[in-house]
């Protein structure tokens, strides 16, 4: 079922507790304006705080993922010294990418084509990123001589190690599907043709899995990147104590006992 009109730069479809976000600009390869900006960050901060989404699948229309800043808009910003230049990050990138990474459910980034800049960075900040074997990811910030955002020089260096991250970001290129599973930029590659199936049945599992476990442990893994062992370990123990109040947790139990697959409901 679709949710948002078709013509919007940002459209929604839900089936069960799964929810596509969709970028939808095929004509300019999905690249990130002020309003699409504005329509992405208000609906991942709506689909974050909807009990009923349990996963969040994010994807393109058409060719392209996301290929990062509309370049077009930004030429014109640039030539009115427009300040939108300088705090998009602050005010879209970053708030993006928080949600992105941190909501109380599992993102899979469904990347159906070149993902680029900030687009490239949205997919490392999903759980798991499905790629498309036509699809590729490109850390294109110094070609145009502007630093990386959106949380490029946080993912990549766990991704893929300091030494590559680097290369990647000072030299960037198109890194084919195949190249970015051997390096842990992807989790999954598939043949185009199979695409669709493979996301939406990644995507249908983790909706029916522990939603609040999922949402803890993406918080853990969040939270102990910069932090030390001891102060993971107390945040681990905060988190442990709030998922074994969940009634999932205590519907797994009975099953265990009872020798039966659990049925999770998300609570």
């Given at each position: 079922?679709?949710?948002?009109?078709?013509?919007?730069?940002?459209v929604?479809?839900?089936?069960?507790?799964?929810t596509?976000?969709?970028?939808?600009?095929?004509?300019?390869?999905?690249?990130?304006?002020?309003?699409?900006?504005e329509?992405l960050?208000?609906?991942?901060?709506?689909?974050?705080?909807?009990?009923?989404?349990?996963?969040?699948?994010?994807?393109?229309?058409?060719?392209?993922?996301?290929v990062?800043?509309?370049?077009?808009?930004?030429?014109g910003?640039?030539?009115?010294?427009?300040?939108?230049?300088?705090?998009?990050?602050?005010?879209?990138?970053?708030?993006?990418?928080?949600?992105?990474?941190?909501?109380?459910k599992?993102?899979?980034?469904?990347?159906?084509?070149?993902?680029?800049?900030?687009?490239a960075?949205?997919?490392?900040?999903?759980?798991?990123?499905?790629?498309?074997?036509?699809?590729?990811?490109?850390?294109a910030?110094?070609g145009?001589?502007?630093?990386?955002?959106?949380?490029s020089?946080?993912?990549?260096?766990?991704?893929?190690?300091?030494?590559k991250?680097?290369?990647l970001?000072l030299?960037?290129?198109?890194?084919?599907?195949?190249?970015?599973?051997?390096?842990?930029?992807?989790?999954?590659?598939?043949?185009?043709?199979?695409?669709?199936g493979?996301?939406d049945?990644?995507?249908?599992?983790?909706?029916?899995?522990?939603?609040?476990?999922?949402?803890?442990?993406?918080?853990?893994?969040?939270?102990?990147a910069?932090?030390?062992?001891?102060?993971?370990?107390?945040?681990?123990?905060?988190?442990?104590?709030?998922t074994?109040r969940?009634?999932?947790?205590?519907?797994?139990?009975?099953?265990?006992?009872?020798?039966?697959?659990?049925?999770?409901?998300?609570?």
């Amino acid at each position: 079922m679709t949710d948002s009109t078709a013509s919007a730069p940002v459209v929604t479809e839900r089936s069960g507790g799964v929810t596509t976000v969709r970028l939808n600009r095929p004509d300019a390869m999905n690249s990130l304006d002020i309003a699409t900006k504005e329509a992405l960050l208000a609906t991942l901060q709506d689909v974050a705080t909807d009990e009923s989404v349990r996963c969040v699948v994010l994807t393109g229309t058409g060719r392209a993922f996301c290929v990062g800043q509309d370049l077009k808009e930004h030429v014109g910003l640039l030539a009115e010294g427009s300040d939108a230049l300088f705090t998009t990050v602050p005010e879209h990138y970053n708030p993006i990418v928080t949600l992105l990474s941190t909501m109380d459910k599992p993102v899979v980034a469904a990347v159906n084509g070149v993902a680029a800049g900030a687009g490239a960075a949205f997919a490392f900040a999903a759980d798991v990123r499905i790629l498309a074997d036509s699809a590729g990811f490109n850390l294109a910030f110094t070609g145009i001589a502007l630093s990386s955002d959106s949380g490029s020089s946080f993912w990549l260096p766990r991704l893929v190690g300091v030494a590559k991250a680097k290369e990647l970001l000072l030299m960037p290129r198109t890194v084919p599907a195949d190249e970015a599973l051997e390096l842990g930029l992807a989790t999954q590659v598939v043949p185009a043709d199979e695409f669709a199936g493979a996301v939406d049945e990644l995507a249908i599992r983790l909706a029916a899995g522990p939603t609040k476990a999922y949402g803890a442990i993406r918080r853990a893994v969040e939270f102990s990147a910069t932090h030390t062992l001891a102060e993971s370990l107390a945040h681990e123990a905060e988190l442990m104590t709030t998922t074994g109040r969940t009634e999932d947790h205590r519907a797994a139990v009975d099953a265990f006992l009872a020798k039966e697959k659990p049925t999770f409901e998300g609570r």
